[in-house]
């Protein structure tokens, strides 16, 4: 039997950022992808600039916008700052930019190879070989929201968003929030422009609204705003935002496994970065105090509270958004507040 001191589990953000921190250090550590090819995620790609600019290398960025559009049925505001407030990057060059960077490191990856079960410091893997059984010092699971290894632990998942999106072939000038609650609750359509194409979604918390609910008030939505979508290319992402912990025993969870995106906003990519940076360090120095980790929590616990509260009072759900406008546009309160990184 293979035997590895670290077996990561998800090639995404998280699991990379772990990986290749391990393995600079000297750790042996294999990494497991279902697909075949790493990188290609449904996701809008954008991500705020104070968690960017620090951990993605900027030739990756494919647009960066001083200015954000926040729309509702009674108001449009524009908030503006010197430097760019969020940017967004394509998930499939920023997983293979991350992939070259854990090569490099001296990971092994293992493409279009499952994660069947684990126990007792062995795992049963899957691939077109056949299964094999692999043992390891330590467990990380950064495989996404329908975290195999999550379920391993035993660990629920009761509070989950949903988020459909198309690539739409035209460049919008600038990026857009709508706040619609009357179609999305208290989630939000997004208009995200990349280099040579835009993001175009809508993101709702789960217990809301089927994907099948969504996708017809997302066609709705863009049918008002006049924004052609290619309905056979609209696909759909879990986000996983029940946060339990990163730490059981030898196994351990990062990004949207541990539940650490964004309720309110989605946003996950940053919270994959910093919880497998961290992670890393928490397998080289069980003593390491994750300061980091520490404060990405209590972000996660604001965003929560916040998602709660709105669904839970969704029949004035219109005039929280307005009145939510309205201190954003004052300047009562921070944009940068709705951020996952610490600024």
Request: proline share 4%.
């Amino acid at each position: 039997m293979e035997q590895t001191d670290i077996l990561v589990v998800g090639a995404g953000p998280g699991g990379l950022a772990c990986a290749t921190a391990l393995a600079r250090q000297g750790k042996k550590v294999i990494l497991l992808e279902r697909k075949s090819t790493l990188g290609p995620k449904v996701c809008a790609g954008g991500i705020t600039w104070h968690g960017l600019i620090k951990l993605v290398p900027r030739q990756l960025i494919e647009g960066a916008f001083p200015a954000q559009i926040i729309r509702s049925g009674r108001q449009s505001i524009r908030l503006e700052e010197k430097n760019p407030i969020v940017a967004t990057v394509s998930r499939a060059e920023l997983g293979q930019w991350m992939a070259g960077q854990a090569r490099e490191a001296g990971v092994r990856i293992l493409p279009h190879t499952k994660f069947k079960g684990a126990g007792e410091g062995r795992a049963l893997l899957e691939s077109k070989r056949g299964e094999q059984t692999i043992g390891y010092r330590y467990l990380v699971g950064a495989d996404g929201s329908n975290s195999r290894v999550r379920r391993t632990l035993g660990l629920p998942v009761e509070r989950i968003g949903l988020g459909l999106n198309a690539m739409v072939p035209r460049v919008y000038p600038e990026m857009e929030w709508h706040l619609c609650p009357r179609l999305f609750g208290s989630g939000y359509g997004w208009i995200f422009p990349h280099a040579h194409q835009t993001s175009v979604g809508a993101y709702a918390d789960a217990r809301l609204f089927s994907g099948g609910e969504l996708k017809r008030r997302l066609l709705r939505w863009c049918t008002e705003n006049r924004i052609v979508l290619p309905e056979n290319e609209i696909r759909a992402g879990l986000v996983n935002y029940d946060f339990r912990g990163v730490r059981f025993g030898s196994t351990f969870l990062v990004g949207d496994a541990a539940g650490l995106a964004s309720g309110l906003t989605g946003e996950g990519i940053y919270p994959a970065l910093v919880s497998g940076q961290a992670v890393a360090k928490l397998i080289l120095d069980p003593e390491y105090p994750g300061q980091e980790l520490r404060q990405l929590a209590r972000n996660h616990c604001k965003h929560s509270t916040m998602v709660g509260f709105a669904t839970r009072y969704l029949g004035i759900g219109s005039v929280l958004m307005e009145i939510l406008l309205l201190m954003l546009r004052f300047r009562l309160l921070d944009f940068h507040a709705l951020e996952m990184s610490d600024i």
